[in-house]
């Protein structure tokens, strides 16, 4: 195998995609990835990074383009990260996510089935109802913008083609009003500075519209002209918070939430559904392809009749209010307590009276009910990028559901998840791709999991939801839910299995073997009595002794 330096330049043939768009050639037996080069196309090439695990290389020169390239129509193209397609046609862009989602599933799910359907996007530009701008000192001045990829070097733009018009005129709006007032920007190194970000969100389907002002301090006297500012600048806004984010590191949302105009929660329609949606809350940025999203989900999940549905990582309840039109009973699960306040409010604004939901991770979540011996017919998943944790998957499968709906916004953790499921006698049927990020390299996939010939000949009991009495589940103490507690009043962290075995103690069912050793010779730890007396001060709390 030849030995690769930096600054060696080769003439190559490139053959396939990378998962972010780069084209792929081979050298010396290596893989080389070159950005804005196409299958198909020959280039010279100078490596710019060679490293034991890769190799990459900057296009000197084209020599051969594919019919499929395009002029790139943004001047920051390249240099921002915030696109990756905009040197190809949409055809070829969708070609390129489809092979994505379908090399993910055959060489990480080790999965036969091939994906062959994506829903493309009908706007490709302006199409994002959520803007989320960075700011920092560029040249003595503050500037709004992205940063430029693995750094976190501001590329100073005057305005993003992916963004609505709004968000980027409610950027330049705070970045004019700071370099005006000689109010810094925050600088990540030495943690001094004001503002952070700018966060915009847009009803596609109304009128609201909210800003965010992310800053490590407030703005004093500044602050009513700074509304003013705003107001005047982006009449159409409907709602102005600030947020107060002292923490290090690249968090965009967290701390305190300060409502400094109008209303901070923004109202939208999805899948005929009125939603209020609060600055934490997550909403899908591209409604028009999150309704065909959730669309497809929800045929997935009603291809054979489902009574109970648990919709995990629900957000603000879209998804979940959405199943509630055919399904008899849905509780959606979501770690977010802003979320879960919207969701029920969300529940109750549109009179969906068979959704309930619960405050708390997902996989304890999945556990809390399948530990009170509910068996859902079909869960749905829309974790965030990361996916699943391990434990989740399981937790999901201990309920045996008859299939398993999952969403996903990356192939990679989309396949190794169903990998997981596999192992608990799960199947993949069907896989449709939606193209809801449009010129990025992102893709969004749903698919259906369901259980194999084997296990779909399991005894079924049948139970009637139309009694149960689910206040529970409105309130309910999850186990987040009492950890937390415990953790906030007694300064004792306390585990799952502790919780378990109080809950026995105290008559409190929770599922057969919950918990229990794995084998009759396993020993277990026993919970101390300091952590007893507060996991059953927790219990009372939430009124369950």
Same mark, same amino acid.
């Given at each position: 195998?030849?030995?690769?330096? +930096? $600054?060696?330049?080769?003439?190559?043939?490139?053959?396939a995609?990378? /998962?972010?768009?780069?084209?792929?050639?081979?050298?010396?037996?290596?893989?080389?990835?070159v950005?804005?080069?196409?299958p198909?196309?020959?280039?010279?090439?100078?490596?710019?990074?060679?490293?034991?695990?890769?190799?990459? *290389?900057?296009?000197?020169?084209l020599?051969?383009?594919?019919?499929?390239? %395009?002029?790139?129509?943004?001047?920051?193209?390249?240099?921002?990260?915030?696109?990756?397609?905009?040197?190809?046609n949409?055809?070829?862009?969708?070609?390129?996510?489809?092979?994505?989602? $379908?090399?993910?599933?055959?060489?990480?799910?080790?999965?036969?089935?091939?994906?062959?359907?994506?829903?493309? /996007?009908?706007?490709?530009?302006?199409?994002?109802?959520?803007?989320?701008?960075?700011?920092?000192?560029?040249?003595?001045?503050?500037?709004?913008?992205?940063?430029?990829?693995?750094?976190?070097?501001?590329?100073?733009?005057?305005?993003?083609?992916?963004?609505?018009?709004?968000?980027?005129?409610?950027? +330049?709006?705070?970045?004019?009003? %700071?370099?005006?007032?000689?109010?810094?920007?925050?600088?990540?190194?030495?943690?001094?500075?004001?503002?952070?970000?700018?966060?915009?969100? =847009?009803?596609? /389907?109304?009128?609201?519209?909210?800003?965010?002002?992310?800053?490590?301090?407030?703005?004093?006297?500044?602050? @009513?002209?700074?509304?003013?500012?705003?107001?005047?600048?982006?009449?159409?806004?409907?709602?102005?918070?600030?947020?107060?984010?002292?923490?290090?590191?690249?968090?965009?949302?967290?701390?305190?939430?300060?409502?400094?105009?109008?209303?901070? !929660?923004?109202?939208?329609?999805l899948?005929?559904?009125?939603?209020?949606? *609060?600055?934490?809350?997550?909403?899908?940025? $591209?409604?028009?392809?999150?309704? =065909?999203?959730?669309?497809?989900?929800?045929?997935?999940?009603?291809?054979q009749?489902?009574?109970?549905?648990?919709?995990?990582?629900?957000?603000?309840?879209?998804?979940?209010?959405?199943?509630?039109?055919? *399904? &008899?009973?849905?509780?959606?699960?979501?770690?977010?307590?802003?979320?879960?306040? $919207?969701?029920?409010?969300?529940?109750?604004?549109?009179?969906?009276?068979?959704?309930?939901?619960?405050?708390g991770?997902?996989?304890?979540?999945?556990?809390?009910?399948?530990?009170?011996?509910?068996? #859902? !017919?079909?869960?749905?998943?829309?974790?965030?990028?990361?996916?699943?944790?391990?434990?989740?998957?399981?937790a999901? *499968?201990?309920?045996?559901?008859?299939?398993?709906?999952?969403?996903?916004?990356?192939?990679?953790?989309?396949?190794?998840? %169903?990998?997981?499921?596999?192992?608990?006698?799960? &199947?993949?049927?069907?896989?449709?791709?939606?193209?809801?990020?449009?010129?990025?390299c992102?893709?969004?996939?749903?698919?259906?999991?369901?259980?194999?010939?084997?296990?779909s +000949?399991?005894?079924?009991?049948?139970?009637?939801?139309?009694?149960?009495?689910?206040?529970?589940?409105?309130?309910?103490?999850t186990?987040?839910?009492?950890?937390?507690?415990?953790?906030?009043?007694?300064?004792?962290?306390?585990?799952?299995?502790?919780? /378990? @075995?109080?809950? =026995?103690?105290?008559?409190?069912?929770?599922?057969k073997?919950?918990?229990? #050793?794995?084998?009759?010779?396993?020993?277990? #730890?026993?919970?101390?009595?300091?952590?007893?007396?507060? %996991?059953?001060?927790?219990? +009372?709390?939430?009124?369950?002794i």
């Amino acid at each position: 195998m030849e030995s690769l330096k +930096k $600054n060696q330049i080769y003439r190559v043939n490139i053959d396939a995609y990378s /998962s972010d768009g780069s084209g792929v050639c081979r050298v010396g037996g290596r893989a080389v990835f070159v950005p804005c080069a196409i299958p198909g196309e020959e280039w010279e090439i100078k490596l710019v990074k060679v490293t034991a695990t890769a190799v990459y *290389a900057r296009g000197e020169r084209l020599i051969a383009a594919s019919a499929q390239r %395009i002029e790139p129509d943004c001047p920051y193209y390249s240099r921002c990260g915030g696109c990756d397609c905009r040197h190809i046609n949409y055809e070829e862009e969708l070609r390129f996510k489809l092979g994505r989602v $379908n090399g993910a599933l055959h060489h990480i799910g080790k999965q036969q089935l091939e994906c062959t359907e994506i829903l493309g /996007s009908a706007a490709r530009d302006n199409y994002r109802n959520k803007g989320i701008f960075a700011v920092a000192n560029c040249d003595g001045a503050a500037r709004f913008g992205f940063y430029q990829p693995r750094s976190h070097r501001l590329v100073a733009i005057d305005g993003c083609l992916a963004q609505n018009e709004l968000s980027n005129r409610a950027a +330049k709006s705070v970045v004019d009003f %700071i370099n005006e007032r000689g109010i810094p920007a925050y600088d990540e190194e030495t943690g001094r500075g004001a503002v952070r970000h700018v966060f915009c969100r =847009r009803a596609v /389907s109304g009128s609201d519209a909210v800003v965010c002002i992310v800053s490590a301090k407030g703005f004093g006297a500044d602050t @009513q002209a700074l509304v003013d500012r705003l107001r005047r600048d982006c009449p159409e806004l409907t709602g102005i918070v600030l947020n107060i984010n002292k923490t290090r590191g690249n968090t965009v949302l967290s701390g305190d939430f300060y409502t400094l105009y109008g209303r901070a !929660d923004m109202r939208d329609t999805l899948c005929g559904r009125g939603f209020d949606i *609060a600055p934490q809350a997550f909403f899908q940025i $591209n409604p028009p392809q999150a309704e =065909r999203l959730y669309q497809r989900a929800c045929e997935y999940c009603f291809e054979q009749p489902a009574k109970l549905v648990f919709d995990l990582y629900c957000g603000a309840g879209t998804i979940s209010l959405c199943l509630a039109r055919q *399904a &008899e009973r849905v509780i959606g699960a979501e770690i977010v307590p802003e979320a879960i306040e $919207n969701a029920r409010h969300n529940a109750e604004m549109n009179g969906v009276r068979n959704a309930s939901f619960i405050c708390g991770d997902a996989g304890d979540a999945a556990a809390e009910l399948a530990a009170r011996g509910l068996r #859902p !017919d079909a869960v749905v998943v829309d974790p965030p990028r990361k996916g699943m944790s391990a434990e989740a998957v399981a937790a999901v *499968a201990s309920m045996y559901p008859e299939c398993v709906v999952y969403v996903s916004c990356d192939p990679a953790t989309l396949a190794r998840d %169903i990998l997981r499921f596999t192992e608990y006698g799960y &199947e993949l049927k069907k896989i449709t791709a939606v193209d809801m990020f449009p010129r990025t390299c992102h893709v969004e996939t749903v698919v259906l999991l369901s259980k194999g010939e084997v296990d779909s +000949k399991k005894i079924r009991v049948e139970f009637s939801l139309e009694d149960m009495d689910m206040s529970e589940f409105q309130d309910g103490a999850t186990y987040t839910q009492i950890k937390d507690y415990v953790l906030e009043h007694s300064g004792l962290k306390v585990s799952n299995l502790y919780i /378990s @075995q109080i809950k =026995r103690k105290c008559g409190i069912g929770v599922g057969k073997n919950y918990n229990l #050793p794995k084998s009759e010779d396993s020993r277990q #730890p026993l919970c101390p009595p300091e952590k007893e007396k507060a %996991i059953r001060e927790a219990f +009372k709390y939430f009124g369950m002794i």
